[in-house]
């Protein structure tokens, strides 16, 4: 699976001047349990070669070698378990680098300056993480889970002090010291749960956290969390500590897929309702690329599998939505034909600022781009 490490990787990969090849591939299987990457391959290796009959021999050779590569990493390297991967290579050079996903990725090959990274991005920001925990008075599971997958399963137990026989049958006084004692047990369990929490958190970075376990354990465990935690938590549920991880997790699929609907539907109603009051908005591809280069956008929001060509400058480096004579900035050349839509999200990593992405419909209302600002 990816991570948002990984992108920001490939995006601070240093240039070595050779051009790279971004292939992403479709690995799910047909209905009689076939692969098609083959067929698309050989179709843009073929665009490719006529791309290339005029240019220099060696760099005709060098991509077919990159080409080559590929097919030779996916025979040897590819995790049947997997439905999808991104692959990228260097022309002219060996270095490879293949990120296998558990969910499936449209078919398209790029050869560019840079790795090309939407459509990871576009992976990551549609699956977010979740860190589950299963609490009880005794024991602690943590769950680290990205599109149904568990990546880490931890769990901790503890040894629980057995009523002794004298206090129980003492009663009274006795008795209730006992469940004094007890509670205090308890409370501090919790305390080491809480903290190993906050330690699987760093470790694997979840976006959003989800807790399960009897209402009354579900209530005493959570303000133990740092606050920080506390706020991430998106669900919680009733779920027994002994469950399998995988059981767990099926139980939660339906969550998961309804979470991720709501956060989309809420950041397009926020976007269409700052928009339409001119609130600290943009609407347009070409407004959101502009406030992007200027360092004034807080929030990305781009339609699924939204396509279009534009021109960067070759001297600022300036991205334009639309084909121009010349920069509009410094009157530098221009080069056409340049995926405008890739621009807006790289620059959007390359600033951290937050990417949404949301059904091509819903966001036909701000024509497939926008953004919130910071000011
Ligand atoms: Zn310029």
């Given at each position: 699976m990816v991570s948002r490490e990984d992108i920001q990787r490939l995006i601070h990969?240093?240039?070595?001047g050779r051009p790279i090849l971004s292939a992403f591939l479709d690995m799910s299987v047909d209905?009689?349990?076939?692969?098609?990457?083959t067929t698309f391959l050989s179709k843009e290796r073929a665009r490719f070669s006529e791309l290339d009959s005029e240019r220099a021999t060696h760099e005709f050779t060098d991509i077919g070698a990159a080409f080559d590569r590929v097919a030779g990493w996916i025979d040897?390297?590819?995790?049947?378990?997997?439905k999808g991967v991104a692959i990228y290579t260097e022309i002219g050079g060996d270095w490879l680098e293949a990120i296998q996903l558990p969910v499936p990725i449209q078919n398209r090959l790029e050869i560019a300056a840079h790795p090309v990274i939407g459509p990871l991005v576009e992976v990551v920001e549609c699956n977010h993480s979740y860190a589950v925990f299963v609490v009880d008075r005794e024991h602690f599971r943590m769950l680290s889970v990205v599109c149904g997958q568990v990546l880490a399963d931890q769990r901790i137990e503890t040894e629980p002090d057995e009523p002794r026989r004298h206090a129980v049958q003492a009663g009274g006084e006795a008795a209730k010291s006992y469940q004094k004692y007890k509670a205090e047990e308890t409370r501090q369990f919790f305390k080491d749960f809480a903290a190993a929490a906050a330690e699987f958190c760093r470790r694997h970075r979840p976006d959003h956290l989800v807790l399960l376990g009897t209402d009354d354990n579900v209530k005493g465990f959570l303000?133990?969390?740092?606050i920080e935690l506390q706020e991430r938590v998106v669900h919680t549920a009733a779920a027994p500590v002994e469950a399998g991880a995988a059981a767990i997790v099926d139980r939660l699929a339906g969550f998961f897929a309804q979470h991720q609907e709501q956060r989309e539907a809420r950041a397009v109603e926020v976007l269409t309702d700052r928009v339409r009051h001119n609130y600290f908005a943009t609407a347009g591809v070409q407004q959101t690329l502009e406030l992007l280069q200027e360092g004034k956008v807080e929030t990305l929001i781009v339609a699924r599998d939204l396509h279009r060509a534009g021109a960067q400058c070759q001297r600022c480096g300036f991205f334009l939505a639309r084909t121009d004579?010349?920069?509009?900035?410094?009157g530098g050349e221009l080069r056409n034909g340049v995926d405008v839509v890739e621009a807006m999200i790289r620059i959007a990593e390359e600033q951290e600022v937050a990417v949404g992405f949301a059904d091509p419909a819903a966001l036909a209302a701000v024509k497939g781009a926008g953004a919130l600002l910071k000011f």
């Open positions: 990969r240093p240039d070595t209905a009689t349990n076939k692969r098609h990457y040897d390297g590819f995790d049947e378990a997997n303000p133990f969390l740092p004579r010349e920069c509009p900035y410094c």
